[in-house]
């Protein structure tokens, strides 16, 4: 609409609505309650078809109230008689000119009924989502203004009440229906910003795609993808896209394809496009912040696993090269000790000495070697291996459960671990009588491995050995669990993914 | 023919069998060496030694694998089963598998081996 257009209709809609006032100002006035009410309907198609014409430029609806109303005040804000005119100066005349001004109206107002109705079957038929309901007014008002024109028109004669009272809150309905349009449509700008902040972080296009369909009101809304070398777009199924497109600003070439309805309201789709591209990057830097944490998680795993290797190859080497050597010393003093009895009794002495010496070394490098990692876990699994720490614990401990199973050396190390710095634990803070270890799968794809004591408690999940702990066991994605009230013993859980 | 004098000591580590051959020899065993599992099958059927001093980290099979084929033929010989390590380093494995026994290799004697021979069944390491 040109600023001279939109002029001379305001001009136009001041002057009806000044006409009206003067008219219907009461020491002036001739009117009845009745006639002002018709008179505020056309007034509100006017206004209704301005500002619609305004907001919506490509719609014909707001033309077409714009003409209602202009057409309406001129009939029926007439003042019969005395008062000075309506916008058009007719309807101070005669009786028969009167009657002749309305029947011309009610002609008029048919043809427009007409057309209204033929723009309404062609369009409904090809309309979808948002242009359907846009002519929701188009559909209360084609029949109500032909209603009106038979009404009123001098064409039939109905009783006053529904002629001068009921009619005119029918038709009000119009104007109304418009000012609903505009309210939801800024309803879904608001609708859109509340799906976007209520979309789950990470959420998949699928899901960006349901809330914006749903904000918007428009069930056919989809995402589509560019096609390589940039020939037109596909949608998720794959099916070339031939309806409005919008483009999403750095998702690398995905549109939005909405229904045309929502042309009306430009403003709504560049809102909905940049919302959807806010969602998209904040999906993709989610995905990225994702990834990096698999990458931590999986390095961290890589980290752990490689020391575990590390660890089974200085055990290794210190059995097949130490132990082996320390061994073999031991046999050799023995030896020389038996052929030195008796010919020199402080040689005897002195290699018997040295024997010792080899046979405490090798206990020690046994112990060492152990610890290192233990040897049992790999030739056994964790069934001798917990087996083994319960028997050198010096706390009094039993074995509930442990599967006869053999799991991933990184996740049977994480287990003996817990046992072992648990048993360990026991031994040194907790004053307890007793301890008990259970290992056992708590339901597919966990392992849970407890051990309890009845101790004083009071165990400190910040400790150092604790959280050394805690970190080991997340290093297999586990968690670790510690319940240690003061004087009601401890309960250290580790629950362990594996498969 | 099996002799319960026979011993066949099964271990990777040349030296350990070079010593434990002086020590056994000198006890007056007669000492055949494997260094890994299958020359040790190979070596009990053709010397049919009355005991297998059979170490358990060997290259190609553990020493349980090579017990339970041991165990397998006539009349086989009594096995014991050693290593660097502690017996409970192998949990139930060593009282599970065919083996008579375990003996840490730094308290190898030959008065150790005899007392294994003489508590095996009749007929077992014996012709």
């Known amino acids: 609409m040109n600023r001279a257009l939109r002029a001379a209709l305001a001009a136009g809609a001041t002057a009806a609505v000044g006409c009206f006032v003067w008219s219907s100002w009461l020491p002036n006035s001739q009117y009845a309650p009745v006639e002002i009410s018709f008179a505020v309907v056309g007034l509100s198609f006017m206004v209704a078809g301005i500002a619609a014409w305004q907001r919506w430029p490509a719609s014909r609806l707001g033309l ?143 899901r960006l795609r349901d809330a914006l369909a749903r904000a918007l009101g428009d069930s056919t809304l989809q995402l589509a993808f560019q096609q390589p070398g940039g020939a037109g777009h596909l949608d998720t199924l794959g099916q070339a896209v031939d309806r409005s497109v919008a483009p999403i600003a750095g998702s690398g070439g995905t549109v939005l394809v909405y229904d045309e309805g929502l042309e009306l309201e430009p403003q709504l789709v560049k809102l909905t496009a940049a919302a959807a591209s806010m969602a998209l990057e904040h999906t993709r830097l989610q995905a990225e912040v994702q990834a990096q944490l698999e990458q931590v998680r999986a390095s961290r795993a890589r980290l752990v696993e490689a020391g575990d290797a590390e660890r089974r190859r200085l055990e290794r080497d210190l059995h097949d090269g130490a132990q082996q050597r320390l061994v073999t010393l031991s046999l050799a003093l023995g030896m020389a000790r038996d052929r030195a009895a008796g010919a020199d009794p402080e040689l005897e002495a002195l290699i018997d000495s040295a024997g010792k010496e080899a046979r405490e070394a090798l ?120 319940d240690s009230p003061p004087g009601g013993g401890t309960r250290l859980e580790a629950d362990i993914p594996c498969p | 023919m099996q002799s319960s004098a026979a011993i066949l000591i099964v271990d990777d580590h040349d030296g350990f069998r070079a010593f434990a051959r002086v020590m056994l020899e000198a006890d007056g065993f007669t000492v055949t060496e494997a260094a890994t599992g299958a020359e040790a099958t190979e070596a009990a059927r053709t010397v049919r030694p009355g005991l297998v001093l059979l170490d358990i980290g060997l290259p190609d099979f553990d020493g349980f694998e090579v017990a339970r084929r041991l165990a397998g033929q006539a009349g086989g010989p009594v096995i014991v089963l050693t290593s660097t390590r502690e017996a409970s380093d192998y949990g139930a494995r060593i009282t599970s598998s065919p083996a008579a026994g375990f003996l840490p290799k730094d308290q190898l004697s030959g008065a150790a081996l005899r007392r294994f021979l003489a508590r095996a069944p009749t007929g077992e390491g014996r012709t």
Request: charged share 15%; proline share 6%; with cysteine.
């Open chain 1, 64 to 206: 077409l109230f714009t003409i209602i109303g202009y057409l309406w005040n001129p009939a029926f804000s007439g003042c019969n008689a005395s008062c000075p005119a309506n916008v058009l100066l007719i309807g101070n005349g005669s009786r028969s000119a009167w009657n002749t001004l309305g029947t011309i109206a009610a002609l008029v107002g048919l043809v427009i009924t007409g057309i209204v109705l033929t723009l309404i079957v062609r369009h409904w038929r090809s309309a979808r989502g948002w242009s359907r309901r846009a002519m929701i007014p188009l559909l209360w008002i084609a029949p109500a203004v032909g209603a009106e024109n038979i009404l009123t028109g001098s064409l039939f004669h109905f009783p006053a009440l529904v002629t001068y009272a009921l009619l005119p809150l029918l038709l009000l309905a119009g104007p109304v229906l418009f000012v609903i349009s505009t309210v939801r449509a800024r309803t879904a700008g608001g609708a859109l910003g509340t799906a976007i902040v209520d979309l789950e972080p990470g959420a998949s296009p699928g």
């Open chain 1, 363 to 482: 206990t020690e490098l046994r112990e060492l070697a152990r610890g290192i990692h233990p040897a049992v876990l790999t030739e056994t699994g964790l069934t001798g291996a917990v087996q083994a720490l319960v028997e050198r614990s010096p706390v009094a401990a039993t074995i509930t459960a442990v599967p006869d199973e053999r799991f991933p050396a990184a996740i049977e190390a994480t287990a003996y671990f817990v046992v072992s710095e648990a048993l360990a634990n026991v031994a040194k803070h907790a004053m307890a009588d007793g301890a008990q270890v259970t290992i056992r799968r708590r339901r597919p794809g966990r392992l849970v491995v407890e051990v309890s004591d009845d101790g004083a408690g009071g165990a400190r999940p910040e400790g150092s050995g604790l959280r050394g702990l805690a970190d080991r066991v997340a290093s297999v994605g586990g968690v670790l669990r510690v």
